[in-house]
């Protein structure tokens, strides 16, 4: 049997998410529950910080790629100020290193934005009343990324930082060292120190051989 919050009061939940259909979407889909209510939304970190004294939420989903501020850092701070609210990440980033900061930062659920609707109904309602929820996505994927292997950690890429899986991406747009610079808050010289300790890690020469096996390897998605 489903979960389901034992409250006559609705859940009230924030959404931090930068693409405005996928808000509007979540957003009239939350709101036709009966137990939800959506506060508030911000389309970056630092709009929902401020929404937070105001609107109280029980559980805010965020993405993790945002303008400025990732998810990780927005959870991080959350949780260090505000613990009793309940994190979902909701990402198209399915790789195992995302996940695992995403919950050392304090998230109670990781869900793709691939899930189905029941599920983030019942990953909502789960983490309302304690629970940590994956959807059946990420949840392979931490099987698969268990049975792994150290020497086929290296050649896939597991042991990438986020940060270092955040600059593939942005490589991957074709965006230059100095705009990634701009972006992530970081001297030019550090992106270019993020790239070699990349391509070392993964034991390749060039950024379209980076760009390659990242595909192949489910750290992008194109």
């Not at 990781?110 to 189905?116: M, R």
């Not at 747009?173 to 120190?193: D, F, H, N, P």
Request: glycine content about 4%; charged content about 25%.
């Amino acid at each position: 049997m489903d979960s389901i919050a034992r409250t006559d009061q609705k859940i009230k939940i924030l959404i931090a998410e930068d693409q405005g259909l996928i808000v509007h979407s979540l957003t009239i889909m939350l709101n036709a529950q009966p137990d939800f209510e959506v506060t508030g939304t911000a389309s970056n970190a630092e709009e929902l910080l401020k929404l937070l004294e105001i609107k109280k939420p029980d559980v805010i989903i965020t993405d993790i790629k945002m303008p400025g501020m990732t998810g990780i850092e927005l959870t991080r701070i959350i949780d260090l100020k505000m613990p009793w609210i309940k994190i979902i990440a909701l990402s198209m980033y399915v790789h195992p290193q995302f996940i695992r900061e995403m919950l050392k930062a304090g998230a109670k659920g990781y869900l793709s934005k691939n899930c189905t609707p029941d599920e983030l109904f019942l990953a909502i309602r789960d983490v309302y009343i304690g629970k940590t929820v994956f959807c059946k996505i990420i949840s392979e994927v931490l099987i698969t990324n268990f049975s792994i292997t150290e020497e086929d950690q290296d050649k896939q890429g597991r042991n990438l930082t986020a940060r270092e899986i955040e600059l593939i991406h942005l490589l991957a747009e074709g965006k230059s060292t100095r705009e990634i610079a701009s972006q992530l808050y970081i001297s030019e010289k550090t992106v270019e120190r993020h790239k070699s300790n990349i391509l070392k890690k993964m034991r390749l020469h060039n950024t379209a051989q980076l760009i390659k096996t990242a595909v192949e390897n489910g750290i992008l998605i194109l």
